[in-house]
């Protein structure tokens, strides 16, 4: 385990920290796949957001998890990057 690994794995015992971490993972994961599909899809950052009629640096704080999005704006980024979006709620 790398000192990274460890310090979230022993952080993640704070339950302050592990409730941060959690609510932060949604955000972390839809972005992290709309960067990668983005790039797979060989796009500048301003080219999607020409695509999806805003500023690169709108795209930016997307990816960077610093700016909330809506279905709305989830949708257009979708249809930008032709990809199928889904969106799901399971129960515990």
Request: glycine share 4%.
């Amino acid at each position: 385990m790398d000192d990274l690994q460890k310090h979230i794995t022993e952080s993640l015992t704070d339950s302050e920290f592990n409730k941060a971490w959690q609510d932060s993972e949604y955000q972390y994961q839809v972005s992290r796949q709309l960067v990668l599909l983005r790039l797979k899809r060989g796009l500048t950052q301003k080219q999607l957001a020409h695509k999806i009629g805003t500023s690169q640096s709108v795209i930016a704080r997307i990816e960077n998890g610093e700016q909330n999005i809506s279905l709305k704006t989830l949708s257009k980024l979708a249809k930008a990057l032709e990809a199928e979006l889904e969106i799901r709620l399971l129960a515990k």
